[in-house]
């Protein structure tokens, strides 16, 4: 991809998952990193694991904690030398029947999922917009902002959510030349899904997703590599469908 040598990237989230293996392909592609996730020995892993790669530090931060949110944001910009690029990927979910979904569950998705991407893309903005060197920003939404989801009205809202405050951010700061744009990916097997689903389930899900496989996260890598580059130069305040072609039906 055009643009991203020497970038300095922020990842929320980037010890698991998509955010380990866009870590990766961001190192492939000559940026330097500064990420977070919640647990100290998966951040020492990924720094140890992804080192031979290219410049990656990180930290410890809960991003849907304010203080923690701002030290975190100052602490990348410092090491990074100035953030080119946010990738705000952080973000979690479980399966609740709608009918006993309890206020503390729905406060706790939304907390992480919506609050902490704010947080993170607020701080990153006001750094971005007072270096009046442009950027881009991706927020992770997912497909399930996009169309319901049962189980999941939580997650559902606040990934919907997301698309909204990418939108709103897209139009306060495409006139600082910082472009802002949200990924919408379907059904990708990380960690996370597999937390939540079993194999039988896996392998039943795939009969509703047109290419008939679920995603890989390096798939999602790449399009937050795309969105994030300059061969995106003219995509703004858009949402990019990642998933299989579950939506085309
Ligand atoms: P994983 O659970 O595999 O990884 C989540 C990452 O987020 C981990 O690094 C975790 O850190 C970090 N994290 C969780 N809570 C916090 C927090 N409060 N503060 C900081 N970091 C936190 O998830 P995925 O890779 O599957 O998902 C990544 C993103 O992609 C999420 O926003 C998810 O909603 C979205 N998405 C995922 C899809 C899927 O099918 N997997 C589909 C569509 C969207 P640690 O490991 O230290 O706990």
Redesign the pocket.
């Known amino acids: 991809m055009r643009g991203l040598k020497n970038k300095g990237v922020v990842i929320?989230?980037?010890?698991?998952?998509?955010?380990l293996a866009t870590a990766r392909r961001f190192l492939e592609e000559g940026s330097r990193i500064y990420f977070?996730?919640?647990?100290a020995d998966?951040?020492a892993q990924t720094i140890q694991d992804l080192s031979p790669l290219g410049t990656i530090q990180g930290q410890v931060?809960?991003?849907?904690d304010e203080e923690q949110a701002i030290q975190f944001v100052a602490a990348a910009e410092e090491a990074l030398g100035g953030i080119d690029i946010l990738l705000d990927?952080?973000?979690?979910?479980w399966e609740e029947n709608f009918l006993e979904m309890t206020a503390e569950h729905w406060d706790k998705i939304l907390s992480?999922?919506l609050r902490?991407m704010f947080l993170i893309a607020r701080e990153v903005s006001k750094r971005m917009v007072a270096r009046a060197s442009g950027g881009a920003i991706v927020l992770?939404a997912?497909?399930n902002g996009l169309a319901g989801e049962v189980k999941y009205a939580h997650y559902n809202a606040s990934k919907g959510a997301i698309i909204m405050l990418m939108k709103t951010m897209a139009l306060e700061l495409g006139p600082h030349g910082i472009r802002v744009n949200a990924l919408c990916?379907?059904?990708?097997l990380?960690?996370?899904?597999e937390s939540i689903d079993s194999p039988e389930f896996i392998a039943a899900y795939v009969n509703n997703i047109p290419l008939g496989r679920v995603g890989r996260?390096e798939e999602v890598a790449a399009a937050y590599a795309f969105l994030a580059s300059d061969d995106a130069s003219f995509m703004h305040g858009t949402e990019l469908l990642l998933d299989g072609g579950q939506l085309a039906q």
């Open positions: 929320t989230g980037g010890s698991r998952g998509i955010g977070c996730g919640l647990e998966e951040v931060c809960d991003v849907s990927n952080a973000g979690i979910a992480v999922n902490g992770m997912s497909k990916p379907g059904y990708i990380t960690p996370l899904a996260p």
